[in-house]
């Protein structure tokens, strides 16, 4: 943007008091006229239309230059604000053709709604004493008949509306408060501001009592506890219905559009595209006894949600309404009518153990997937199958899709996770007893310093995943190598070295290996310079023949290390040992590791997780509850 010089600032200036001159004469001839006629202004308020307002200033004067420079001055902003668009735009393109960006950003600019593009007006609020706002008002006058002006409030919840009337000709120059309902649901008005407090105080875990405590700490109105459960069951309501129609509407097209473009895979015939997900159930609280659980089904190339719903095994309404039935607070035929109302909002829609939620809703989930037009044929989780063992029993044991069958792998994080949790249930069931003074006590045979202590547990099971994930894409056959080769290098000692399977080479992490490479080629090094002496010497033979008439071995500085050096080292009997490896042949299995070669983990299902659980506060209850 250009500078505007100085002549330009000078006739601004002069235009702008030439119009504060015009609009003072004009209002001055205007009260005249009033006087003289003697108007009488009319106390009740007209019928009919209202006459056009006097207008704020008069036509501009001799204002060629100016406009002209301020049109000219507001083309070469647009221009240059749509030329640095086009060739921000025109620089992503290339770089997703050329392949520059990353894959995360290629998925970022890839499920970019047009939406997003779009200039969005942001609409701030504002806290602002009410002595403040009176003193403003003072300053105003009517724009139609100049009298002084009066301002009333009308508390909605939490809400204020401001309405400006005129004292002598009492019509109303301003009123917040729209005239039509922002939202109506079963004659209650929802306002939005009131949404907005509502909803902040379910994410940040807040109740009513919390709610009526900070607005009397900043004295304002608050409303009442039968207000915040309305307004919070419409929250629930509208952010799933906005949540199912976004994944209706941008998440499923945006899937098949990253399958056809990324993988090669596209609908078939019916119009239904096989897709790979990955599924997660979580509770709300710890245990076995949580009464809310819910579960959601990701695609796990994208990372977008798919689908999900919640179960509930309370309704903290009926709970209520039956505590007061029970203490007979209200007649039986009141709560039966109360009953038939309350059907279409009741939390309750699951009875059963809170084990079985996660079964419940995988088949809720995969029951209705081809409605949105994808199969989840592909089922990455966790190592309980009970949901898996769900989905093969709907339809008489033929799977919710009969001729697609559902392909289980395994979350490599959760495998990885079974080596430790294996190695210490083992050291807690092997004991031994003791006879001491105070009688028989037993003792962890397996733990302990150089035995199966918990660095050492931990160690392995790190090992066990780095095996996994260094060949997942590869087969299960150098999978199976490398996992047997972490056992047999961490039992080996300096008497019976075992590290046939331990990768070869200089490079290798075995330090046995690796100290045979170094040797070797420190051999090869010294061979190469003994021939070479003795080319120099002319001899004809490079072996030197003792007294006893052997050929004598080139000396050699190099020491192989000792295993118990080693930073990970257990040592234990052939029986202790042989349950050891019994759990490695279990976790090796050819099975187990053939569902790990595509290396997919539940991460997109545990990141949902974390945020729904800083959401499941007790007084939140309701808030993650929603009947479909």
């Known amino acids: 943007m250009g500078r505007v010089s100085k002549k330009v600032l000078k006739r601004r200036e002069k235009i702008a008091k030439d119009r504060i001159r015009l609009i003072a004469g004009y209002k001055e001839k205007q009260t005249l006229k009033n006087r003289e006629s003697n108007l009488e202004v009319c106390v009740t308020p007209q019928s009919g239309p209202l006459?056009?307002?006097?207008?704020?200033?008069?036509?501009?004067?001799?204002?060629?230059?100016?406009?002209?420079?301020?049109?000219?001055?507001?083309?070469?902003?647009?221009t240059e604000t749509e030329e640095t668009t086009e060739t921000e735009e025109n620089k992503e393109s290339e770089e997703i053709s050329s392949g520059v960006l990353s894959s995360a950003r290629k998925r970022k600019l890839l499920f970019q709604s047009s939406g997003d593009s779009e200039n969005r007006e942001t609409k701030e609020n504002l806290m602002v004493n009410v002595d403040i706002i009176h003193k403003m008002t003072q300053c105003l006058c009517c724009e139609y008949c100049y009298g002084k002006t009066t301002v009333s409030y009308t508390?909605?919840?939490?809400q204020c509306f401001i309405k400006v009337v005129c004292n002598d000709c009492e019509r109303v120059l301003f009123d917040s408060k729209p005239a039509v309902t922002p939202r109506k649901t079963e004659k209650q008005t929802f306002y939005p501001m009131t949404m907005s407090a509502v909803y902040?105080?379910?994410?940040?875990g807040m109740g009513y009592t919390s709610l009526l405590r900070m607005c009397a700490a900043l004295n304002i109105n608050c409303m009442n506890s039968n207000t915040f459960i309305k307004y919070k069951n419409e929250v629930v309501s509208v952010t799933c219905e906005k949540t199912r129609a976004h994944l209706r509407e941008e998440s499923v097209p945006a899937i098949v559009k990253y399958y056809g473009e990324e993988l090669d895979r596209h609908p078939d015939d019916e119009g239904i595209l096989d897709i790979d997900v990955t599924f997660d159930g979580s509770w709300h609280t710890r245990g076995h006894t949580s009464t809310l659980g819910c579960a959601a089904v990701i695609d796990a190339h994208t990372g977008l949600v798919v689908d999900y719903d919640t179960l509930s095994k309370k309704c903290t309404m009926c709970t209520r309404m039956n505590t007061n039935l029970k203490k007979k607070k209200i007649q039986q035929e009141q709560y039966e009518e109360w009953k038939q109302k309350h059907l279409d909002q009741c939390m309750l829609n699951f009875e059963g153990s809170s084990g079985a939620m996660e079964e419940r809703l995988a088949v809720q989930l995969w029951?209705?997937?081809?409605?949105?037009?994808?199969?989840?044929?592909?089922?990455?989780?966790?190592?309980?199958?009970?949901?898996?063992?769900?989905?093969?029993?709907?339809?008489?044991?033929?799977?919710?899709?009969?001729?697609?069958?559902?392909?289980?792998?395994?979350?490599?994080?959760?495998?990885?996770?079974?080596?430790?949790?294996?190695?210490?249930?083992?050291?807690?069931?092997?004991?031994?007893?003791?006879?001491?003074?105070?009688?028989?006590?037993?003792?962890?045979v397996l733990s302990g310093k150089g035995k199966l202590s918990e660095p050492v547990i931990e160690k392995l099971q790190s090992y066990y995943g780095k095996a996994i994930r260094?060949?997942?894409?590869?087969?299960?056959?150098?999978?199976?190598?490398?996992?047997?080769?972490?056992?047999?290098h961490c039992t080996s000692t300096d008497s019976q070295p075992r590290h046939n399977l331990c990768p070869h080479g200089e490079k290798s992490w075995c330090f046995w290996n690796r100290a045979i490479a170094l040797q070797e080629k420190e051999r090869e090094e010294k061979d190469r310079?003994?021939?070479?002496?003795?080319?120099?010497?002319?001899?004809?033979?490079?072996?030197?023949?003792?007294?006893?008439?052997?050929?004598?071995?080139?000396?050699?500085?190099?020491?192989?290390?000792?295993?118990?050096?080693?930073?990970?080292f257990f040592s234990?009997?052939?029986?202790?040992?042989?349950?050891?490896?019994?759990?490695?042949?279990?976790?090796?299995?050819?099975?187990?590791?053939?569902?790990?070669?595509?290396g997919k983990t539940q991460n997109p299902n545990e990141s949902l997780h974390s945020r729904s659980d800083a959401l499941g506060q007790e007084n939140t209850y309701n808030a993650h509850c929603s009947k479909r």
């Not at 036509?59 to 070469?76: A, G, M, R, Y």
């Not at 902040?200 to 940040?204: A, H, K, N, P």
């Not at 260094?470 to 047999?488: H, L, P, Q, R």
Request: aromatic share 6%; charged share 30%.
């Open 51 to 78: 006459p056009s307002p006097l207008p704020s200033s008069p036509p501009p004067l001799q204002t060629e230059v100016s406009t002209e420079t301020e049109e000219t001055t507001e083309t070469e902003e647009t």
């Open 155 to 158: 508390n909605c919840a939490v």
């Open 200 to 204: 902040g105080c379910m994410v940040e």
């Open 367 to 444: 029951g209705r997937s081809t409605d949105i037009k994808v199969r989840y044929c592909t089922y990455i989780g966790d190592g309980d199958c009970s949901a898996y063992r769900a989905l093969q029993q709907i339809n008489n044991n033929q799977g919710p899709y009969i001729n697609h069958q559902i392909v289980k792998e395994e979350c490599i994080n959760h495998v990885h996770k079974r080596m430790g949790t294996a190695l210490r249930k083992l050291v807690q069931v092997t004991t031994m007893d003791y006879e001491t003074k105070g009688g028989t006590k037993k003792k962890k």
């Open 470 to 488: 260094d060949n997942v894409g590869g087969s299960v056959a150098d999978m199976k190598k490398a996992i047997w080769a972490t056992f047999y």
């Open 529 to 568: 310079l003994q021939r070479e002496k003795e080319e120099a010497l002319g001899e004809s033979s490079a072996t030197c023949v003792s007294f006893y008439g052997n050929p004598k071995k080139p000396k050699t500085s190099f020491k192989m290390p000792s295993h118990k050096d080693m930073k990970v």
């Open 572 to 598: 234990l009997e052939k029986s202790d040992l042989d349950k050891v490896k019994q759990l490695y042949i279990r976790l090796a299995d050819e099975d187990l590791l053939k569902r790990c070669l595509q």
